[in-house]
């Protein structure tokens, strides 16, 4: 990328939440030119996920100024500063929302070029989750995989294609896997909403506690996203810190925390049901498996490793099977070692492509063009309102009455009162939700 003036780059992030935050804040540094100075902004949306200070440690991510901000917050904000790139590391819907938002703060006047896109594997809500981040000028691909669905959802619906652009994941380092080690470990993958069930999830913890029983010369470590009371980019009721409790497991059985690159260093086999830890895990060539158990389905996400090799169950693994996986299928998810398939180049190459777009947009004569989403109160009057509303904008992207000012810091009453509603939310999603939906089953 062409060096635009002498001035650091200025990149800013908006994040949902404490994996949303990471994926956006190392995609912007992988996006800046090798050797560059750049100057990072994060922003983190306010909302039930909203990152603690720990999980925010725990990615490992960093930014030069990091606050939380409201929807409107962030809209009023970014009509006054100047950026170069802005990274939208949102839910789908908060994509979507920001696209209208920042169209009417910016109009046609100057803007900085706007990427988002996905921080994993995508197995669910694709033409959904497609199509709530048309617009932005970017739309990341992690793989060569999912930039032929993404082009042929845009396609298939008449909206321009041309956004998609191939990458990868831009977490996937550390050293290659060298070999068993002493103690050999076992690391399983922890996800906060899959699978959803008391059962299943009793299911997975007890085969891994037997594990650890039938292989006492192993270290058996459960990998947890977040501590309870915490939430993360997916909302989990039933913690395994709750599940474990009088369950007795034995002394090479531990649970932990951290930084996946830490664990994935001292980890010989890693076991998930569909995480993406399964992919950072096979980039760096460690044994992978993605578990049977509980079905092959899409409700799971594991139907998205269908031809990996590594689909396996727990009477394998404890049998002392290690799977192995298809390197075709490895390199057309983007975690190929030695290159990506399209590209033919190294993992350290694959946001070429991106940076050379961004550097094209921002070197262009003129504006960029306003955003252009592809719903608007033509194509979805029945939709787009309503996504809208949740973040107090209206049907044209102007903030709603009553929107919280920009230039003004909550006061101690506000904190107090945020903080007992954001407590009151996790309670009756991890406590009251269930037993609501339990009392339906019966």
């Known amino acids: 990328m062409p060096a635009i003036t002498t001035e650091p780059l200025r990149i800013a992030v908006l994040a949902d939440s404490d994996t949303r935050w990471k994926w956006g804040a190392l995609t912007a ?16 949306l306010r909302g039930r996920a909203t990152p603690t200070a720990r999980q925010l440690q725990e ?9 939380e901000v409201t929807a409107v917050e962030f809209v009023r904000g970014m009509a006054g500063e100047r950026y170069d790139v802005l990274v939208l590391a949102l839910v789908g819907g908060g ?9 009417h703060a910016w109009g046609s006047g100057p803007r900085p070029v706007v990427v988002t896109g996905y921080v994993g594997v995508v197995y669910e809500k694709l033409a959904d989750g497609l199509l ?40 996937l ?9 002493e103690p050999f470990t076992v690391v399983f993958a922890a996800q906060p909403s899959v699978p959803v069930s008391r059962a299943d999830r009793a299911y997975l913890l007890g085969r891994l506690i037997g594990h650890a029983r039938r292989h006492p010369d192993r270290e058996v470590l459960l990998k947890l996203r977040s501590k309870p009371g915490e939430h993360t980019t997916h909302i989990e009721e039933l913690p395994y810190q709750k599940l474990v409790r009088g369950l007795n497991p034995p002394a090479n059985f531990r649970l932990g925390y951290g930084h996946m690159g830490e664990v994935l260093d001292r980890t010989d086999l890693l076991v998930t049901v569909s995480s993406t830890a399964a992919l950072e895990s096979l980039h760096r060539r460690v044994p992978t498996a993605v ?4 079905g092959v389905r899409e409700a799971l996400g594991n139907h998205h490793f269908i031809g990996s090799g590594c689909l396996t169950s727990w009477d394998w693994l404890d049998a002392g099977e290690l799977p192995k996986p298809d390197p075709a299928w490895v390199a057309r998810q983007g975690v190929a070692p030695g290159g990506t398939p399209s590209g033919g180049g ?4 694959a946001f070429d492509t991106a940076r050379e777009r961004i ?27 309503g996504i809208l509303a949740r973040h107090h904008l209206g049907p044209d992207g102007a903030p709603l009455p009553g929107a919280p000012a920009a230039d003004r810091a909550p006061g101690p009453v506000r904190r107090v009162v945020r903080r007992a509603a954001r407590g009151a939310y996790r309670h009756g999603v991890q406590r009251v939700a269930p037993v609501i939906r339990r009392m339906g089953e019966l």
Not at 95 to 103: E, K
Not at 291 to 294: A, V
């Open 29 to 44: 540094r992988r996006l800046a030119p090798a050797g560059a100075e750049i100057r990072l902004d994060g922003f983190l």
């Open 59 to 67: 990615t490992g991510a960093r930014a030069d100024s990091l606050r």
């Open 95 to 103: 994509v979507q929302a920001m696209l209208h938002g920042l169209r």
């Open 132 to 171: 709530l981040r048309h617009g932005a000028d970017l739309v990341l691909a992690n793989s060569a995989h999912d930039a032929e669905r993404f082009r042929d959802v845009y396609e298939g619906v008449g909206a321009d294609a041309s956004a998609v652009t191939e990458v990868a994941l831009p977490f």
């Open 173 to 181: 380092d550390g050293a290659p896997y060298g070999g068993r080690r």
């Open 291 to 294: 578990l049977t158990d509980l």
């Open 346 to 349: 190294s993992y350290e190459a």
């Open 359 to 385: 550097a094209a947009l921002l070197t262009r004569p003129g504006s960029l063009p306003p955003l252009d989403p592809y719903y608007t109160a033509e194509t979805a009057p029945g939709y787009l309102p």
